[in-house]
Nanobody, 124 residues
Framework: QVQLVETGGGLVQAGGPLRLSCAAS????????MGWFRQPAGKEREFVAT????????AYADSVQGRFTISRDNAKNTVYLQMNSLKPEDTAIYYC?????????????????WGQGTQVTVSS
């Protein structure tokens, strides 16, 4: 199994930056495609960003393109989500997820392992 723990969430004012981290343990981290998803209160979980095994390929939801950056450090078994120019509509619980590699993936149903999530709240 793979265990995932998200950290870095909190309260930030609109326009500000925030960086989320996801620490992995268990099976070899570098053999998994990683993704970030988020779930606003009362809404369904949605795709945010994904990154391939070595970090060579990334993909983003249209709503965060140009503002968020996903990266990974396989030596530290950690994936990151750098969020800039935050908007109140970015408020949600953010989840880290892992799946067997097929480059990048935006489908939540394809991910096998999930963290518990970390709350991000953006104030206006």
């Amino acid at each position: 199994q793979v265990q995932l723990v998200e950290t870095g969430g909190g309260l930030v004012q609109a326009g500000g930056p925030l960086r989320l981290s996801c620490a992995a343990s268990g099976r070899t981290f570098r053999i998994y495609t990683m993704g970030w998803f988020r779930q606003p209160a009362g809404k369904e979980r949605e795709f945010v960003a994904t990154i391939s095994l070595t970090g060579g390929s990334t993909a983003y939801a249209d709503s965060v393109q140009g503002r968020f950056t996903i990266s990974r450090d396989n030596a530290k078994n950690t994936v990151y989500l750098q969020m800039n120019s935050l908007k109140p509509e970015d408020t949600a619980i953010y989840y880290c997820a892992a799946r067997r590699p097929l480059a990048t993936s935006s489908s939540r149903d394809e991910y096998e392992y999930w963290g518990q999530g970390t709350q991000v709240t953006v104030s206006s």
